[in-house]
């Protein structure tokens, strides 16, 4: 063994000592050579517990806001020792301009002071430790009042009833419609009165309408905020006119206008909510008038208290009374005269509110 001598090194100075071999003339062993080109190991931090996030219930579905309103998610996770803790919207960094994110140790924090729509889409919480990840994903939707229909227009007027179209709205709110309001007005108080509500066809014929009144009509495009702010209102009156008089002519003889039922405007398919009465409407044609029954999965259902059931005119309606989610399936309105019988069916599914 070779004697270390100490040196006294000045202050401020830095010593530096070389490792020398007896060999280093000839050049470091082989064995040395390949120690010296392998990489150094890196320490990892001893992971006590695997990250893991714990995703509210209510946060596994669509989370949907109002424009406007605040968002703040808090969202919980395990990890020893803490975890690294990120955020991405659509797969892109989030904008700091208008998303705040508080890390602590046990939790991560999302927060929009006030909502738009363009803060929609699908938000990835990660979180690492080492090479260990947990990911969730949440999908958020920032909704509001639709627009209104683009137009409505009075097709036709005949006896105590006016035909109407309209168009749907550019701008749905960014969500589904629920439906269509129609209103009326007469000229004589010009008050307005709801017709139907959440009416999913773009045309519908309004009877028992007032002889001698004219009448103007306006349409609301509806979604879960609620009504669009304004409604196109008709450029033209429906006028209803008094009958004319009929002079019977001796020896003429009356045409014969008797024929089987005929549905001139189907059922339509509809998609409700629960507890929100929910109307159905068709209109048919036939002479002598027919017997109005309507079927649900098939089975009679006149006279059951759940639904009312109207026939005028031609235009058959059934209301559904505050529908749960056994009140689905296939509706039938079926028309039968001695001359033959006509059925028309659409589908009813009833969701649960958001």
């Known amino acids: 063994m070779e004697a270390v001598t100490a040196l ?3 202050s401020g100075s830095t010593l530096k000592v070389k490792e020398t071999h007896t060999a280093d003339a000839e050049g470091p062993p082989a064995s040395s050579r390949q120690e010296s080109s392998s990489p150094i190991p890196q320490l990892l931090p001893h992971i006590e517990e695997h990250p893991k996030i714990w995703l509210p219930r209510t946060l596994r579905q669509t989370y949907i806001r109002k424009v406007g309103d605040t968002v703040n998610l808090l969202i919980p996770f395990q990890g020893k020792p803490k975890p690294r803790a990120t955020w991405t919207h659509d ?3 989030l904008d700091a301009s208008r998303v705040s994110v508080r890390n602590g140790e046990q939790d991560s924090i999302l927060f929009i002071r006030e909502a738009q729509r363009a803060d929609s889409g699908r938000y990835q919480l990660s979180v690492q430790l080492g090479e260990l990840e947990a990911t969730a994903t949440i999908d958020i939707l920032v909704i509001e009042r639709p627009g209104p229909p683009q137009s409505i227009k009075l097709v036709d007027v005949w006896g105590s009833n006016a035909t109407l179209e309209w168009t749907p709205p550019q701008d749905t709110g960014n969500t589904a419609l629920l439906g269509y309001t129609l209103q009326k007005a007469d000229t004589k108080s010009g008050l307005w009165f709801t017709v139907l509500e959440r009416y999913h066809r773009t045309s519908f014929t309004v009877s028992n309408l007032i002889v001698g009144n004219s009448y103007a009509f306006r349409v609301f495009a509806e979604n879960q905020c609620g009504l669009s702010e304004t409604a196109p209102i008709t450029a033209d009156l429906a006028h209803i006119q ?7 002519i001796e020896g003429f003889v009356q045409r014969d206008f008797s024929e089987a039922p005929k549905f001139t405007q189907p059922l339509a398919d509809c998609i409700t909510v629960t507890g929100y009465d929910t109307q159905l409407f068709c209109c048919v044609r036939a002479s002598p008038k027919p017997k109005i029954i309507w079927l649900k999965n098939k089975m009679d259902i006149q006279g059951n208290p759940k639904y009312r059931a ?4 031609g235009i058959c309606s059934l209301e559904i009374r ?8 296939i509706y039938t309105c079926k028309a039968v005269n001695p001359l033959g019988e006509a059925s028309v069916d659409c589908r009813v599914d009833v969701k649960a509110p958001h």
Do not use: I, Q, R, W
């Open 242 to 248: 008094k009958a004319a008089t009929v002079c019977k």
């Open 322 to 329: 505050k529908p749960g989610p056994f009140d689905g399936g």
């Open 310 to 313: 109207l026939s005028h005119l």
């Open 91 to 93: 797969g892109c960094a």
């Open 8 to 10: 006294e090194v000045p």
